[in-house]
């Protein structure tokens, strides 16, 4: 039912009451009628009420009862008026906070699936990397294993090649010590070697000086005579030369500089003698070239090492700093 005046919905929390002769319903509110007088009007049978529109200017005779203090009423009023007002403010809160609820929760919800997606796109993405970075490191270890592979090989040709090189100088001695003169006569010079150091000078197949650019050179760095032999001839000029102690004077020069014969030898392997005494003279004690190879020897009680690549003379270095 609805009110009529109000339009309303009369329920138990908005209580009202019928007209007896209309039968308009109308909140007790809006009919001007208290929750006691309603009560009252409701547990009495003999009683009709009508509403003002029934009864018009036609007042009805009093009849005598008691009424409760009209404050009692107000505030009986006035109680049912907050209790409505505030059952409706709380439903409207009820709703809003049960809204705000859903929509913060779809919310939630959105914002989870979105991260749950990305958290499984990651996931793809560090399986995909993981499997690119394992076929990386496999293939840089095999780049790695070939270059080892071919340094190895670069290695023992240029060994090789070294070595053949050098075999093709089996045949030649260098001699040093001996001044370079202007307008000098190596035919002279050879013939006079051979007298001091009593060999033949039929072995000698060819005979020239190294011409060097280079200025204010020392004693050690004066251009060497080379001599080239017949063959097997060579052993016997250098243990000549080590068994003579011989000097310029000897050839009529006017100084007392040594003169000697020594090995002929590639720019590779003239390097990597150099290089050997250069790094390990405070390590070895001996480090010469004999026969086509650089060894080397801490004191006479040590083994002989052979020298073949750069590396290995690191390597010794790094073996004698251990030892020490």
């Known amino acids: 039912m609805k009110c009529a005046k109000c339009s309303k919905a ?13 039968c308009k319903w109308l909140h007790a509110l809006c009919a001007g009628i208290s929750a006691e ?13 009508k509403c003002r529109s029934c009864v018009g200017n036609v007042r009805p005779k009093r009849i005598s009862c008691i009424l409760p203090d009209p404050e009692d009423d107000d505030n009986t009023d006035t109680e049912l008026l907050s209790n409505s007002v ?5 439903m409207e809160l009820r709703r809003e906070i049960r809204e705000t609820i859903r929509t913060e929760m779809q919310s939630i919800q959105t914002s989870l699936q979105f991260f749950s997606d990305k958290i499984d796109d990651f996931e793809q993405k560090f399986i995909s990397y993981e499997s690119r970075l394992k076929t990386l490191e496999n ?3 095999d780049i790695r294993n070939h270059h080892k592979n071919l340094k190895m090989k670069n290695e023992a040709l240029e060994q090789k ?14 001699v040093c010590g001996v001044p370079e003169q202007e307008n000098e006569n190596l035919t002279d010079i050879t013939s006079k070697l051979c007298s001091v150091f009593d060999l033949n000078t039929d072995d000698i197949l060819k005979a020239y000086r190294k011409i060097s650019r280079a200025k204010n050179l020392k004693k050690t760095q004066l251009p060497v005579i080379t001599i080239q032999l017949r063959e097997g001839k060579r052993d016997q000029w250098l243990l000549a030369s080590k068994t003579k102690q011989k000097s310029c004077k ?20 003239s390097f990597l003698l150099w290089k050997a005494k250069s790094d390990l003279k405070e390590l070895y004690r001996y480090v010469w ?3 086509g190879h650089v060894m080397a020897r801490k004191t006479e009680n040590h083994k002989v090492c052979h020298i073949h690549y750069e590396s290995d003379i690191n390597k010794l270095k790094i073996a004698s700093q251990d030892a020490n």
């Open 10 to 22: 009369v329920t138990k929390k908005s209580p009202g009451l019928q007209c007896t002769k209309c």
């Open 37 to 49: 007088q309603l009560t009252a009007l409701k547990s009495t049978d003999s009683v009709d009420w």
């Open 86 to 90: 505030s059952s409706h403010i709380i």
């Open 139 to 141: 293939q840089y270890n």
């Open 161 to 174: 090649v070294a070595s053949m090189e050098q075999a093709a100088l089996a045949n030649q001695i260098e």
């Open 250 to 269: 000897d050839m009529g020069g006017e100084t007392d500089d040594k003169i000697y014969f020594r090995e002929s030898l590639t720019p590779h392997m």
């Open 289 to 291: 070239y004999k026969n």
